[in-house]
């Protein structure tokens, strides 16, 4: 009797790769690598698959495996949470140039990395990021690859078929068995978490995930970025039918934390947002960092 597949979708190694099956749909035909494997059944029950041959992957039962590669002495490690894809009608709904997203996202992350690099001599800074080159994701790759930064890429199997076979990234992966126990993995590697947005994912699993492990010296950092940068204001934080639109608004319009600054006359939001990031960058520094790096000062 065949195995049923689950909602989480399955990940194995075989002799010729690394095999990724989930159920779908046929949007996933347009992910280099995708193929379907019963095209005649209903829509639902339709499993898609994709081989990996060239990414170095790690299965559920290596994540300490996977972890070794965001290890050593005195590392910072940096995460962002947010929107993998904004439609084009939202662009012009919002008030944001496409591409505008991503190069703000990418801007925090290597404002926090130079920051950490010029007060705290001899600091790493490695980065944590979702794989796939969109969005959130693809901010957090291009910071890396900018400023030469080893990563780590976290996934699970449904997850994967946006990932690229990229025989020239050699960063590795580390793909759990579900979207839940990915979040977990993501957040417990990240020393600094930037929630910039997103929806139910970034709001269910990786800002809660972040608030669990907060005991370990994890640092949550809400910010509602695209308010900021948005010409219009940006999303809401629920549609009209209650889902999630914007997971940080959500959470900032229900939890009522203490505003990191007031923003009156002319004041740059996003310059506001960056100096932010980078006092709480240097505020999880002095906690993680070797007594001797922690209270050195400025490289300079």
């Given at each position: 009797m065949t195995r049923k597949l689950s909602e989480e979708g399955e990940i194995k190694r075989t002799s010729e790769g690394v095999l990724v099956r989930a159920l779908g749909g046929a949007h996933l035909l347009d992910q280099p690598g995708v193929e379907c494997e019963n095209p005649d059944v209903p829509e639902g029950e339709r499993i898609y698959r994709k081989l990996f041959v060239h990414r170095q992957i790690f299965l559920p039962g290596e994540f300490d495996a996977a972890q070794a590669f965001l290890g050593g002495n005195d590392v910072i490690r940096l995460g962002a949470t947010g929107y993998s894809t904004i439609k084009d009608e939202q662009l012009a709904e919002w008030g944001l140039r496409r591409g505008a997203y991503e190069a703000a996202v990418k801007g925090l992350i290597m404002a926090q990395t130079r920051f950490i690099w010029e007060h705290f001599e001899g600091a790493q800074v490695k980065l944590c990021d979702g794989a796939s080159y969109m969005g959130v994701d693809q901010a957090m790759i291009e910071a890396g690859k900018a400023l030469n930064l080893n990563r780590l890429g976290h996934s699970c199997p449904k997850f994967m078929f946006y990932v690229h076979d990229d025989s020239e990234d050699q960063t590795p992966i580390y793909v759990a068995s579900t979207q839940a126990e990915y979040s977990t993995a993501f957040v417990t590697n990240c020393d600094i978490l930037l929630s910039v947005g997103g929806r139910l994912q970034a709001l269910e699993h990786?800002?809660?995930?972040?608030?669990?492990?907060?005991?370990?010296?994890?640092?949550?950092?809400?910010?509602?970025l695209l308010e900021a940068i948005c010409d219009h204001g940006g999303p809401p934080a629920w549609g009209a039918d209650g889902s999630v639109q914007d997971a940080t608004a959500a959470y900032t319009k229900t939890v009522f934390p203490i505003p990191m600054a007031a923003a009156t006359g002319g004041a740059d939001m996003y310059d506001l947002i960056r100096q932010h990031v980078c006092a709480v960058a240097g505020n999880l520094c002095r906690r993680k960092l070797s007594p001797d790096r922690a209270y050195a000062g400025s490289r300079h």
């Open positions: 990786d800002i809660t995930a972040g608030i669990k492990l907060g005991y370990m010296g994890k640092a949550v950092v809400p910010i509602n």
